[in-house]
């Protein structure tokens, strides 16, 4: 057990080293934050045939260094279209939610033990989590939580990936959809109208589950 536990420091090190030489090369690269859809788009359409897949393994392997997922999302949207960026999004962030709560269930555990004892909302955010399961998951997916923080706690806590991977799928539907339009709306500024109506459906849905969740708390 101890052999584990000094392999997973090592990894954990070697995680952070390339977390920081990854973040290092991005802003020195010289191109502004609300540029970088654009960038991206433009950089994975030069590979042709060949740019939906290097997107997906893109976006699969983005929560190692912490990219912000909703600069990706805008940029299949503009670079794909879309209606085409909605059916890639779903299977790369699907894939990508595996790789955060992957990475949670294996370094989380004693993390989140040392963050607990500095931390009190720390502690109450992973026992929500705990103890609501796949309701937890599908609220934080359609309120727009931080994607790969959810992902992070889930898989260091209790709850099961088919319940994860389930409320994730249906949870993020409204925001992928959301980002796929706002990214489109480079080319067809009437697709923000879509993007929005979509944005405010993910809102609204998790009043009413909120809603009818406390309800029938309430009745039992």
């Known amino acids: 057990?101890?052999?584990?536990?000094?392999?997973?420091?090592?990894?954990?090190?070697?995680?952070?080293?390339?977390?920081?030489?990854?973040?290092?090369?991005?802003f020195h690269m010289g191109v502004p934050l609300n540029e970088y859809p654009a960038f991206i788009a433009g950089t994975v359409a030069s590979f042709g045939i060949w740019a939906p897949v290097l997107f997906i393994l893109l976006f699969a392997i983005r929560p190692l260094i912490f990219f912000p997922a909703t600069i990706l999302s805008l940029s299949a949207g503009a670079l794909f279209g879309p209606y085409t960026a909605i059916i890639i999004l779903i299977i790369a962030e699907n894939l990508s939610s595996l790789v955060s709560y992957t990475m949670g269930s294996y370094f989380g555990e004693s993390i989140m033990n040392s963050l607990n004892k500095k931390n009190r909302f720390v502690g109450k955010f992973e026992k929500y989590?705990?103890?609501?399961?796949?309701?937890?998951?599908?609220?934080l997916?359609?309120?727009?939580?931080?994607?790969?923080l959810v992902g992070y706690f889930a898989g260091a806590s209790s709850i099961s990936y088919s319940d994860?991977?389930?409320?994730?799928?249906?949870?993020?539907l409204p925001g992928l959809?959301?980002?796929?339009?706002?990214?489109?709306?480079?080319?067809?500024?009437?697709?923000?109208?879509?993007?929005?109506?979509?944005?405010?459906?993910?809102?609204?849905?998790?009043?009413?589950?909120?809603?009818?969740?406390?309800?029938?708390?309430?009745?039992?």
């Not at 997916?141 to 790969?148: E, G, K, N, T, V």
């Not at 980002?179 to 944005?199: E, K, Q, V, W």
Request: hydrophobic share 55%; glycine share 6%; aromatic share 14%.
């Open 164 to 172: 994860f991977a389930l409320a994730t799928f249906i949870g993020i």
């Open 1 to 26: 057990m101890k052999n584990i536990g000094n392999i997973k420091k090592i990894l954990f090190i070697v995680w952070l080293i390339v977390i920081c030489y990854a973040l290092y090369r991005l």
């Open 129 to 139: 989590i705990n103890d609501n399961g796949f309701m937890s998951v599908l609220m």
């Open 177 to 220: 959809i959301t980002s796929a339009f706002l990214g489109g709306s480079l080319r067809n500024p009437a697709n923000l109208l879509i993007s929005a109506a979509f944005f405010i459906l993910g809102i609204v849905l998790s009043k009413f589950i909120k809603h009818k969740k406390s309800y029938v708390t309430k009745d039992n």
């Open 141 to 148: 997916r359609l309120l727009y939580a931080p994607f790969d």
